[in-house]
């Protein structure tokens, strides 16, 4: 953690007051007065963006420990589909992922007219389930292949050990493996999480309203630039900020020991 | 530190040379997302339509020498404001709050806003039909403006491109969408708008959907602006806007 | 073959990747060559950036430390697309500002070169941190019995620390590079006509989604497959006369 002392070093005082200066200029030069008009707005954007990241990151989560399991040490014919889907994902950009499962899958709606009656519709009309579908596969892409390694990492020894003491196999997994293998992946969790954080901006190109998308309205309906794009800017830092103290916070909590991670 | 100020400074050349030209053109922005039938890229990488005719037509009465130049339409503004554009002519019509951000020279078109909706659908371009339903608008158009200010009790989706806006209209993700009376006739008449049909013209409020289209420039660009009048006025006088428009709609549109 | 497709009901979308009018796919390949212009050059960039950046972070003054970690730390937090449109903004209107201050005239920077500045710059922040640990893996004896035969500082890091360090960040580079392909796809929504805005402009004028956005997907799939190949030769010789590193790196 950072401590009062070596803050105090003359030149981060010169650092700090020129960033005060630039905030104070910032506050004073720059336009504001669209900030009551839009606030209520950009509370719901905030809500959006918190809640994609939240349910992606778990559903995501919840997705690649079948996937790295299959990969690590599933019979081929699951160990294959699971590598091809890992490679897929990380290999295209998500925004195309995202314009595929939106327009590509919309364009096909018309062909069957019972999707249209069906219970499903008025979920699927929505813009926030492509949104949750993209974001989760994503995350389970890149984490799925981490949980690979991680699975793979425990030692051998253990789960001889549990095997020799006749312990059922799902048994041995669910307190064995997956505890290990998880704090295997706890120090990586909070890098991925925060990039996961900077993917969910795309979700406005299909009409999500999340907090990018409320800046995007201002800029266009004020013509304001830089003052939008600079508190969005503040925002991201703020949550990628908390969301690096909470995995510190689990990490020590888990692990008992922390390791700083920036 | 020689090899890695070399490196730098050549990369940095590299750089420069490629990324920066002459500045005698004028460049003339347009929006990268196609709208048919003003502007649309063709499948041999070239910019068409009505639009595109006219914007060479104009710049050859104006005698300037215009380069057609695509960016974001959600940033066209912000373009022309940070000079990587020196005119807009995106069907960009003149409103009362662009202008306070920017000039516009005369107009060179002008058409009604519509609403579009699914043939089956009972709904009329009024806000008390529209309530309760969702309506498709494009970021950043007089459309929007105008749907948040009249369809206060409809669900507004916005999008960045009215293409995308269309093919949710065909999907059946909206329940209708506003915009130009011309965009939307040709879409209505394609294969993919066989579904939809136009509903009628919204009331007119021409605080918020402006009079006309014209052809934005920066603030105090008064050469630029009277030069771009001087060529729309001659294509108007000598029959040219006429033949354009004749060859893609057939009344006229000014 | 037309038999084939027709079969396959595929006719259809192969007359539609066609590259040839009315075929799209000369467009969807010229934004694919514009994308990887633009990642080649933000990588090179990212990289002259990173090495600058990581010396600086290890051997520079407090003030240019303290000042590194700020550019890290906001560029890493903060959503590339986010961090795209500023830098899109304010890189334009700054160098027309020097232009002016200089007495010269309005600058044009094409798209080709605004999107490697713009990655490029987000490039260097990764490339920063990638490079920094890979330069403090080496060890230090090493660089010390270089200082010692009192070889210049520019010639020890020409000769020792860049071919040391190589094997420990190969594995890193090789992912950013694959970051930096991908991340211009992001530069379709500030409207350069990259691989992805060119797929949209086609499947827009088509209705085609689903053809389009597969065959670009496509594309960046095969980019990165062979990437992949390419990387894998140049951390074998990265890595040469090295005993094999077993249970390190992938």
Known sequence: ?262 | MNVKKLLASSLAAAVLSAGIASAEEVKIGIAAEPYPPFASLDSSGNWVGWEVDVINAVCAAAELDCVITPVAWDGIIPSLTGQQIDAIMASMSITEERLKTIDFSDPYYNTPAVIVADKSMDIEATPESLAGKVVGIQASTIHQAYAQEYFKDSELRVYQTQDEANQDLFAGRIDATQADSIAMADFVNSDAGACCEIKGAVKDDPAILGRGVGAGVRKGQDDLREALNKGIAAILADGTHEKITSNYFSASIY | MTGLLDSLGLAQSAELLSLSPPGWGRNLLRGLSHSLQIAFGAYALGLVIGLFGAYGKLYGGKVTRDLLAIYTTVIRAVPELVLILILYYVGSDIINKISAAMGGGRVEINGVAAGIWVLGIVQGAYATEILRGAIQAVPLGQIEAAKSYGMPAIMTMRRVTIPAMMSFAVPGLANLWLIATKDTALLAVVGFNELTLETRQAASSTRAYFTFFLAAGFLYLMVTLFSGVIFARIEKWARRGQPSLTGAGR
């Open chain 1, 1 to 262: 953690m950072i401590d009062l002392k070596s803050l105090m070093q003359p030149h981060r005082i010169v650092m700090m007051l020129v960033f005060v200066g630039f905030a104070v200029w910032c506050a004073y030069a720059l336009r504001w007065d669209w900030l009551p008009k839009y606030a209520p707005l950009a509370l719901y954007g905030i809500w959006t963006t918190l809640w994609l990241l939240v349910v992606t990151v778990v559903l995501g989560f919840l997705l690649a420990v079948p996937l790295g399991l299959m990969q690590a040490v599933g019979p081929w014919y699951l160990a294959t589909p699971a590598k091809v889907f890992c490679t897929i994902i990380r290999g295209t950009p998500l925004l195309l992922q995202l314009w595929l499962l939106y327009y590509g899958l919309g364009s096909l709606f018309p062909q069957f007219p019972w999707i249209r009656s069906s219970e499903l519709w008025p979920y699927l009309r929505q813009a926030w389930p492509y949104a949750v579908l993209a974001l989760m596969l994503s995350y389970a892409g890149y984490e799925g292949e981490v949980m690979r390694g991680a699975f793979k990492g425990v030692a051998k020894g253990q789960l001889e050990a549990a095997r020799s003491f006749g312990m059922p196999r799902f048994t041995m997994f669910r307190r064995i493996w997956l505890p290990q293998a998880l704090r295997n992946v706890l120090p990586t969790l909070g890098g991925e999480t925060i990039l996961q954080m900077k993917a969910t901006p795309l979700v406005a190109t299909i009409t999500v309203v999340d907090i990018y998308a409320v800046s995007s309205r201002v800029r266009s309906d004020t013509f304001i630039i830089y003052e939008p794009l600079i508190l969005l800017a503040v925002f991201y830092i703020l949550v990628a900020g908390l969301i690096a103290l909470g995995f510190h916070w689990l990490e020590v909590q888990v692990l008992g020991t922390g390791r700083r991670t920036q």
